[in-house]
């Protein structure tokens, strides 16, 4: 089960924000593991420190997220944080936006993107076209194209945190967990569920959402064609975890 702390002053209506994203997660993937300590905390779910804070102002850093402590044997978090912008905050929470960016963050949190390396799921790093190589992910990938696959299409543009941390958006469209902040209705698809089964969780897939592959035209439609777009999810920063008991 995850807990979230929050660090500094944060509203009911916003810790609310995070509460659900935390509940989301916990139908779709079991995070609990045996009693740790941490911190001086015994602790057996995963821990994420959330915080709203001035930084830069809006159009600036959007904040970072990401897992900060990591099981020795496991690999998968036992520890992260979530930090955001105000001024951006602001601005999502008037677009309508915030709720998902926060979920979708949490997922990184969780290991989506920020872990793959270490997991050795990514093939084609560098390339233009990496993938993501879990057998679980590339299963549901080609149910949704019918035709067998050797990896999910991942992010092959953007800086670090972005590029090879996302699913390939000019193929996934409005999915939760492209780079973009796409469409109006943003799913949790199977294929992404199933990717945390290649992390070792243990997952219910059942617990996604319904999704298909989009078409040329929905893709554009969703504004994806446009050759200037502004890409929010692209400022977040990932801090790097180490593993407990590797600390200092």
Request: proline residues 5%.
């Amino acid at each position: 089960m995850i807990t979230v702390i929050y660090s500094g002053e944060m509203s009911d209506l916003r810790k609310a924000v995070f509460q659900r994203a935390a509940s989301r997660w916990d139908t779709i993937l079991d995070t609990s593991f045996d009693p740790v300590t941490l911190d001086g905390v015994e602790i057996d779910g995963v821990v994420i420190r959330a915080s709203i804070d001035p930084i830069d102002g809006e159009a600036g850093v959007l904040g970072q997220a990401g897992p900060t402590v990591l099981a020795p044997q496991s690999g998968r978090p036992l520890a992260g944080v979530m930090q955001f912008d105000l001024a951006d905050v602001l601005r999502l929470e008037q677009q309508n936006s915030f709720e998902d960016v926060v979920l979708h963050e949490m997922g990184h949190v969780l290991g989506f993107g920020t872990l793959w390396t270490r997991f050795g799921l990514v093939s084609g790093s560098g390339t233009v076209n990496p993938r993501f190589t879990g057998n679980a992910a590339t299963s549901e990938y080609g149910i949704l194209t019918s035709d067998p696959h050797d990896g999910v299409p991942i992010a092959n543009t953007g800086g670090a945190g972005t590029r090879e941390g996302h699913w390939r958006e000019l193929i996934f469209g409005d999915e939760l967990l492209t780079g973009f902040l796409s469409g109006s209705s943003r799913p949790i698809s199977r294929m992404s569920v199933a990717s945390f089964a290649d992390m070792g969780y243990r997952v219910d897939l059942a617990a996604a959402d319904p999704f298909d592959l989009p078409s040329f035209r929905d893709l554009a439609q969703m504004g994806l064609m446009e050759a200037v777009r502004a890409c929010d999810l692209c400022r977040m920063a990932r801090p790097e975890p180490v593993v407990l008991g590797a600390q200092g």
